[in-house]
């Protein structure tokens, strides 16, 4: 003989309960664990565009002449993406000097990083450019009066 229950069905609905809730934890659960991994991606995409930048733009007023400093920066970036993760076709360098010419003393250098952080585990990214964000960073550095 059955225990009856309060609501006279018996025990036919036993054992739904924890299916109910794995179901239910699951479809909560893979959107808040995909969220935090696209932040986690968005954060360590901050972090590399702020590095790239600012390497490039130290290595970039080192340099003897202004072809061998814009080649050293984007050295510089495509190293400081890797170093983090990321790819180096997402990334665009851009350079701007004032005054023009890049390797007068006293001249401000600025590098500017743009990164284009794909949302993670999308198959076929490539073809349906999907994106979870654009970051940009710049820094500045002076060309030293000695040399």
């Known amino acids: 003989m059955q225990p009856s229950s309060p609501d006279g069905q018996g025990g036919a609905e036993r054992g739904s309960a924890v299916v109910e809730f794995t179901f239910l934890s699951l479809l909560l659960m893979v959107p808040l664990v995909y969220f935090i991994i696209t932040m986690g991606q968005l954060q360590g995409g901050s972090f590399a565009v702020v590095g790239a930048a600012d390497q490039a733009a130290k290595v970039f007023v080192a340099q003897a002449d202004a ?16 170093d983090h993760g990321h790819d180096a076709a997402n990334a665009r360098i851009e350079t701007s000097c004032a005054p023009a010419d890049c390797m007068a003393p006293g001249s401000a250098v ?6 284009t952080v794909p949302l993670p585990f999308v198959p076929f990214n490539e073809t349906l450019g999907l994106n979870a964000g654009q970051l940009t960073a710049s820094a500045t550095q002076l060309v030293g009066r000695f040399r």
């Open 67 to 82: 072809a061998g400093g814009q080649a050293a920066a984007e050295q510089a970036v495509l190293l400081a993406l890797a």
């Open 110 to 115: 600025t590098v500017t990083v743009r990164l």
